[in-house]
């Protein structure tokens, strides 16, 4: 098979990258480790910066975030003995919100319009190899139910997650990776009742932290912060809401509704950065790059900053033959790569118990919250990060 754009993986950022280009009438193919349904069955963040959600629309996907998710113009912090704060997003970023929208959904919107426009996914790919990635003619080659398959193309986009083979395909003198490993998890719960609070609550206690988040108004996902040693499976429904409860205010605490788990797992946080992202003919995107914590929700919108300025270089490429954006990729994408990654440091740091932390760095995140609610200097950062930090 022979394409302009050879995609490795079916994530958000792989479809969303191989929609926007199919609009322009460039030629990609995706390339997924997986089936749809095993793709479709992870549950994810769902916060959308408005920017993520404007090429939603612009890939032709987002008639249904807009139709079913929910706009929020703000979201609540509680902490210091059950006081809640409330942080106006729309008043301080300048009149923008987010989107709440589950990335399963988006996932499933992004697969039905290649669909529906005929976009080639090869699923189940099997040993997917890169080839000749600093020659002009880059290849890969993979093996579909055993047998052996090759892709000629211009470019190859590695968008295929954290644990993908893209990014070791770049030489390990070329390389370089940065790591920040948490010592705790997020227990996270999906169930079919209506969410304690129609904004995300974030919540500091000193047993750990919570969040209270949701998909629609009758689907709510709620999270609690354990230590790595714990397994889901351990965890009863019954113990989740009783550790959650405790958490929160006692007036949200006691209108909460609870019900039987429709998925429970433990995500361990880590904040990772893999450089450069372009080698060759190869270009990161997405996780198979760079790792957030999900405390401020920037997974899936980091990634969709890569997508944007990828798919305006090679758009720039292949209608004008200029290649600026293609050689400023891995700078201009980085650069924003690490605010968001210092954004979702200082969230997770002001808001978990980290285990060897003593007196003083507790009065310190006390000290920084208090600030926070105190400033509209603090706030109006804390919102303009939140709704996302332009292109
Ligand atoms: N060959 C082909 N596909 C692969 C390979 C491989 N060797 N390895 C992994 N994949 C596929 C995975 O099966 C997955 O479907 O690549 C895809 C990568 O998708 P994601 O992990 O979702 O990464 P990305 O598309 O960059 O999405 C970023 O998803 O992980 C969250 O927090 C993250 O919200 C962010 C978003
Ligand atoms: C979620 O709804 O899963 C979610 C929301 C906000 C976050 C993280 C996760 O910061």
């Known amino acids: 098979m022979k394409v302009q754009v050879c995609i490795i993986g ?10 926007l280009l199919h609009r322009q009438g460039i030629e990609t193919v995706v390339l997924e480790k997986h089936t749809r349904d095993h793709v479709l069955g992870r549950i994810r963040a769902g916060v959308l910066e408005h920017g993520f959600a404007a090429l939603m629309r612009e890939a032709g996907c987002g008639e249904r975030m807009d139709r079913e998710g929910e706009r929020h113009h703000g979201f609540l912090i509680a902490h210091a003995g059950g006081r809640m704060d409330r942080v106006d997003l729309h008043r301080y970023s300048g009149g923008n919100s987010v989107l709440v929208y589950g990335q399963t959904e988006l996932t499933r919107d992004l697969y039905d319009g290649r669909e529906t426009s005929g976009a080639a996914t090869m699923f189940e790919a099997e040993g997917v ?11 890969v080659s993979y093996r579909s139910r055993g047998e052996p398959c090759r892709v000629d193309c211009d470019y190859i986009v590695g968008a295929d997650g954290f644990h993908g083979m893209s990014r070791h395909s770049i030489p390990r003198d070329v390389l370089r990776e940065y790591e920040r490993v948490y010592p705790f998890g997020w227990l996270g719960v999906l169930s079919r009742t209506p969410p304690v609070s129609p904004e995300l609550i974030y919540v ?22 354990v230590p790595l040693s714990d397994r889901a ?21 006691a209108r909460l509704i609870t019900g039987p788990s429709i998925e429970k797992s433990i995500a361990p946080l880590r904040s990772f950065v893999a450089e450069p992202m372009r080698h060759g003919r190869l270009f990161l995107a997405g996780d198979a790059a760079h790792i957030v914590p999900p405390t401020g929700a920037k997974g899936l919108n980091s990634a969709g900053a890569d997508i944007h300025y990828l798919y305006h270089a090679m758009r720039a490429h292949y209608r004008h033959n200029d290649d600026t954006g293609l050689e400023a990729y891995s700078q201009k994408a980085l650069t924003r790569v690490w605010q968001a990654q210092r954004f979702s440091w200082w969230m997770t740091a002001m808001l978990h118990r980290f285990p060897d932390n003593g007196s003083y760095d507790d009065r310190l995140q006390q000290a920084e ?3 926070l609610f105190s400033s509209e200097s603090a706030l109006a950062s804390l919102a303009e990060n939140y709704v996302g930090l332009p292109y």
């Not at 190899?129 to 290849?139: C, F, G, K, Y």
């Open 129 to 139: 190899a890169l080839h000749d990635i600093t020659s002009p003619r880059p290849w």
């Open 10 to 19: 079916g994530g958000p950022s792989g479809l969303l990258l191989s929609q």
């Open 204 to 225: 500091r206690h000193e047993r750990g932290f919570a969040l209270c988040s949701l998909r629609s108004q009758v689907l709510s996902r709620y999270y609690v912060q």
């Open 369 to 371: 919250l208090s600030y």
């Open 233 to 253: 499976a351990a965890w009863s429904d019954e113990a989740f809401w009783a550790e959650l409860r405790r958490r929160l205010p006692a007036e949200v605490a």
